[in-house]
């Protein structure tokens, strides 16, 4: 069977965090993603965060998956030559550099259209035009400036991040979707577009639900969420589910940092925890069996649930509370989830080799297609295929050693 993305070029100048999860994506789902980097160097996540000296980071290794990697002088007049030879033949362009470096290259968004009429150009930035636009972000910027820290976290404490990448790989999703779309578009106009996604906007999107709980505050106190006082902003409110079925994290056996399991009360599910929690009697009482009637002691009613909980481990838990149909879910660490066998049958953690460092885990294709298996195949080295693609481009081996010697590659 072919890939989905299969004879998609891309050309992917993207660095860090946010760009290469999206440009991995596009590789694993079956296009040809060139990774360009600069001579010598290459994408800066080479060498940080480094477990083993003089080899690729397990930073870098577990965003660039299944790519090609050239290396490319691009402030050299050879090197912009090259460029421009490059990118009439691809259908889309990824890059995450600050606002306005890929123009400043000589390169705008009307010269490349007019080199490649087709082309789909995509990029990530901080923010969107406007009073933000210049200022630099980071993963935590994002998650601060698109509402996620000032609902994240308990009451009384302080705005705090989530360790869910939301803000880099969450906006490198959006910017997927955005290429798809316009890649498809293309197939009927036979234009290219350009695609921007900002990380505030990307983490706004994910926060909506505090949005409409914002505009829920203006006709009073929010009462699926556990707070005694409500100002003009959506609180902190801990483990709280704040939708329409109470949730939260109760303690487990035997009492480690993890050892928690989240519990949902669906109306449906109140008699059979009563029974499991030894307090049948709760289930008939008008005090407790309806939902309206626990809303104003939900704390209460986990702590009844959690008497019971912390006797048991929380996979005993989670096959008692799940026979019953009760929704839940144990906290797992990140040594469970990466020793989890579920998740490995699944492919969702797979183990790749990699020349240099050996055998390691990482993260698996998310999206699951019927007829395009994914591979999830080891990161590239740097410039370990500039004789490949630039011999695809027309350059014999003389003239790529020629290049290689001017420093051009």
């Known amino acids: 069977m072919g890939k989905a993305l299969e004879g998609v070029r891309v050309l992917d100048m993207t660095h860090v965090q946010s760009g290469p999860s999206s440009t991995q994506i596009l590789a694993w789902l079956g296009a040809d993603v060139i990774k360009l980097e600069t001579p010598g160097r290459g994408d800066i996540t080479r060498g940080q965060l480094r477990d083993l000296p003089g080899v690729d980071s397990l930073y870098f290794t577990m965003l660039n998956a299944n790519k090609r990697s050239i290396t490319l002088n691009m402030k050299s007049a050879e090197g912009k030559q090259v460029f421009t030879q490059l990118v009439s033949t691809v259908d889309v362009l990824v890059e995450n550099f ?12 009307e010269k490349l259209s007019e080199l490649n009429p087709g082309l789909v150009y995509a990029s990530i930035k901080g923010f969107g035009p406007g009073r933000y636009a210049d200022f630099k972000a980071y993963e935590v910027i994002a998650q601060a400036m698109g509402g996620a820290m000032s609902t994240t976290g308990f009451e009384e404490g302080p705005p705090t991040a989530t360790g869910a990448q939301i803000g880099d790989s ?13 890649l498809y578009q293309r197939t009927h106009t036979g234009r290219g577009q350009r695609v921007q996604v900002a990380m505030q906007d990307a983490v706004l999107n994910l926060c909506r639900v505090k949005l409409r709980d914002q505009q829920r505050l203006t006709h009073g106190p929010l009462g699926e ?32 940092p993890n050892d928690y399991i989240y519990v949902i009360i669906q109306p449906v599910g109140w008699q059979p925890i009563t029974e499991l929690i030894g307090r049948p009697e709760l289930a008939d009482d008008p005090e407790w069996a309806t939902p309206e009637a626990r809303l104003s002691k939900l704390d209460k009613a986990f702590g009844l649930i959690e008497s019971w909980t912390e006797k048991h481990t929380k996979w005993e838990v989670m096959e008692r509370l799940n026979a019953h149909g009760v929704p839940c879910g144990p906290i797992l660490s990140t040594k469970e989830l990466i020793e989890d066998e579920t998740l ?15 055998s390691f885990k990482t993260v698996g294709c998310p999206i699951k ?16 295929h500039n004789d490949e693609v630039f011999k695809e481009l027309g350059y014999s081996a003389e003239q790529v050693e020629g290049l290689r010697t001017a420093g051009v590659i």
């Not at 490995?344 to 050996?358: I, N, T, Y």
Request: glycine share 20%.
């Open 344 to 358: 490995a049958e699944l492919g969702s953690v797979v183990e790749v080799e990699h020349p240099e460092r050996g």
């Open 369 to 384: 297609l019927s007829d395009s298996p994914v591979d999830v195949e080891r990161s590239p080295l740097l410039g370990e």
């Open 170 to 182: 969450g906006t490198g999703i959006h910017l997927v979707a955005g290429i798809l779309a316009a």
């Open 98 to 109: 600050g606002p306005g470096v890929v123009d400043r290259f000589g390169f705008s968004w």
């Open 225 to 256: 969420y556990p707070n005694d006082i409500f100002g003009a902003e959506v609180p902190r409110s801990g483990n709280a589910s704040g939708g329409g079925q109470p949730g939260w994290a109760v303690r487990c056996a035997p009492g480690g």
